[in-house]
């Protein structure tokens, strides 16, 4: 891509990227002219924080990384080894400078829900340094039994479908599950039974202790005519206005995407297994065939930091190129 | 999986011939086949197609997925009248409908993908 020669204006942080040029390539990233490029990597870090951001900070109190779609069992042109990319996640991830604590799969861990793919996906997940995983499901894992394997597998103390929430050093995490009963012609769906639970969940926290909020298919519209939104989204982020931080990772898109709204940032992670396209760029949503030279590039993790004080978390997608 | 389809479609072409030549209808029968072909719904680009199909009473309907992601046919009543097991790629699934109206019907995966088979 020859269109980086006017990325970097003013480097006032001497980290390889100013505002003007990150906010180009988030416009890309919308887009869809893949920002997986550099190296093949992409730093994006929260937009309300960019003019302050340097490398120290991406050494914070909390560490923990977001994988996502993994699709066990495809084994389709666009990646005929989906195992062969996620032990390539983890080598990633073993090899971050800073460990993370945790990780979180955010859903289509198998592509069938078959449960030797689910055991392929754990077997390769033992590998990773950080011993904790928090699921959320997505569509693909929860066909033909309405997510019974989800839940028996990954959501022993979950509530209903499967969401939950925990604390860690101060941050409060928020798995949902938005891929039940889907309505015809509708998006994602949290549900009325959920969002009573998570206006309880919230209620008692104060305005400051930050929020992670995790869950498949987008809490944000990215593109409605794809089924990428969440039709009663508004609603759950309606009973997280109060806090001064809100991070919203997403999958189901294959793709690396954000959004700052308010005190909100929206985050979309790429896949481990294949890419999809950029909204409305093809005829539909279905797995994107790249060069086979150029898929690592396009698929990835996210590593995110969170600093004690700090307004909100650093999230960082890396290629796994 | 094609093969099995087409054998078990010749046995039913037989027993109906053998039945035609024993009532003296072969004609008849041979005439009705004809105008009822195999009524075929491909999934494909996350989408049904035709979308709208009208077919006489009586119809089987066969959905064929040639996405390179799964999806699934069922019914948008309650209780639903058809619904599919996930259907790979390439995998197909049939239902005959016995009785008139309209039967709006959706992917459950990727609720926007929606059809109707209108039974006439």
Known sequence: ???????????????????????????????????????????????????????????????????????????????PDVAGTLKVAVDKINGLSKAPEFMLHTGDISHLSKPDEFDTVDQILKSATPKDVFYVPGEHDVLNDDGKQFLERYGKN????????????????????????????????????????????????????????????????????????????????????????????????????QKVEGNVTFHTAASTAFPQPAPGKADSPGPMKVPAEQLKSVLGITDVNYVQGSHALAVVDSSLA | MRRIVSIAGLTAALVLGTFGLCTGQNS???????????????????????????????????????????????????????????????????????????YPYFCSIHPKMTGKVVVQ
């Not at chain 1, 509530?159 to 939950?164: P, R, S």
């Not at chain 1, 969940?201 to 909020?213: A, E, G, H, N, W």
């Not at chain 2, 259907?87 to 005959?96: A, C, I, N, R, V």
């Open chain 2, 28 to 102: 008849h029968v041979a005439n009705a086949q004809e105008k009822m072909p195999s009524i075929e719904v491909k999934i494909d680009n996350f989408s049904f197609g035709p979308a709208t199909l009208t077919v006489p009473v009586g119809s089987t309907v066969t959905w064929t997925n040639r996405d390179d992601i799964p999806h699934t046919v069922v019914s948008t009543d309650d209780p639903k009248t058809f619904k599919s097991k996930v259907l790979d790629t390439d995998e197909k699934f049939s239902f005959t409908f016995s009785k008139a109206g309209t």
């Open chain 1, 1 to 79: 891509m020859t269109e980086m020669k006017d990325e970097i204006l003013v480097d006032h942080n001497h980290d390889g990227l100013d505002r003007r040029g990150f906010l180009k390539c988030m416009a890309w990233a919308g887009t869809g002219a893949l920002c997986v490029m550099r190296g093949g990597v992409l730093n994006s870090y929260s937009m309300s924080r960019i003019s302050e951001i340097g490398a120290l900070d991406m050494t914070g109190d909390l560490s923990f990384v977001q994988i996502s779609d993994s699709h066990m069992g495809f084994n389709k042109p666009a990646n």
């Open chain 1, 158 to 257: 979950s509530k209903g479908a499967g969401w939950y929430s925990f604390d860690k050093k101060g941050v409060h995490f928020v798995g949902l599950v938005n891929v039940m009963n889907l309505k015809a012609g509708g998006l994602g769906t949290l549900g009325h039974d959920q969002l009573e639970w998570l206006e309880d969940d919230v209620k008692p926290l104060t305005p400051s202790t930050p929020i992670v909020v995790f869950a498949h298919i987008p809490l944000w519209s990215v593109y409605p005519e794809w089924g990428w939104g969440t039709d009663d989204s508004a609603q759950a982020l309606a009973y997280l206005k109060k806090f001064g931080s809100v991070t919203v990772l997403n999958g189901h898109i294959h793709q690396t995407m």
